[in-house]
């Protein structure tokens, strides 16, 4: 992607080197796997995720100073970018519609992170806040995106912000509003699959900004497919359960992203009414 001299966003909040307040700590083999299910870049039930891992004892109070280092900058300033990018695009779809686009706030934290839906930690992955309209990352998942999911490139992480910013999309417009049981994983499977559809939306316009570079769609492919729940379990447990899946197999989030990239449109992505998935 071509990103570097170009405008970056107003709205990023650098939160590392700060404490998170108190910390979560895994209550058990049902908090592991639940954890492991959001870190697969899960915005929609973080609060529900949250509330169910047992929180004990604090972390350090006050702040230290964090020493940034050069890879941690050049990805501080490729978020911002992108982010700014997403501000760009979502601001005149919402226009076409009549609407307003509210930007929302992206957070860079280290280890913890106190939000408006609870404190995570760095295992949640990067995650969307309706309570606050706050996207969080912890700029290590870029690692963790391409050792431990394969899947690397700055494309790759593109998508992982654009796929928040979905979210915050799907807040804004109350997509799934009326759809069904919230707290259920087949209404939750259908919410993370269209914020795939809409971060395709986004890297469509992106494409007629003429800054995705040859290689970056088949990175964000990629991605949308190394995290899917199918391919996550088998590698966690060497089989898949489908009736716990919460973020879709990897053959939906690749198809649903690729969708909403051929689209450009935010009316092609209704995953609550499409059938089969």
């Known amino acids: 992607m071509q990103w570097k001299g170009r405008r970056g966003s107003s709205h990023v909040e650098d939160r590392r080197g700060m404490s998170g307040g108190r910390g979560l700590i895994g209550g058990g083999i049902g908090s592991i796997v639940i954890v492991l299910l959001v870190t697969l870049l899960g915005g929609g039930n973080i609060g529900d995720v949250l509330s169910s891992v047992t929180t004990l004892g604090s972390t350090s109070t006050g702040n230290t100073a964090y020493v940034e280092t050069e890879q941690e900058k050049e990805l501080a300033a490729f978020v911002s970018v992108v982010l700014a990018d997403t501000e760009e695009v979502w601001t005149e779809l919402f ?7 509210e930007e929302p706030t992206l957070v860079l934290y280290s280890g913890s992170v106190q939000s408006a839906c609870g404190t995570a930690g760095s295992s949640v992955g990067p995650f969307y806040c309706p309570g606050d309209h706050k996207l969080y990352i912890d700029l290590s998942f870029y690692d963790e995106l391409r050792q431990k999911f394969q899947a690397p490139g700055d494309f790759a992480m593109a998508y992982v912000i ?18 069904g049981d919230s707290s259920s994983n087949a209404f939750s499977v259908r919410f993370e699959l269209q914020a795939d559809y809409l971060a395709g939306v986004w890297a469509h316009h992106a494409e007629d900004m003429n800054v995705l570079e040859e290689g970056d769609l088949e990175e964000a492919i990629a991605a949308a497919s190394a995290v899917g729940d199918d391919t996550i379990q088998k590698k966690a447990q060497g089989y898949a359960v489908p009736e716990s899946f919460t973020h879709g197999t990897s053959e939906q989030r690749k198809r649903w992203f690729y969708k909403g990239f051929q689209s450009g449109t935010i009316e092609g992505g209704d995953t609550f009414s499409a059938n089969p998935l």
């Open 162 to 179: 654009a796929h928040e910013v979905g979210h915050h999309v799907q807040t804004l417009l109350k997509t799934g509003e009326g759809k």
């Open 95 to 101: 226009q076409e519609k009549g609407l307003d686009y």
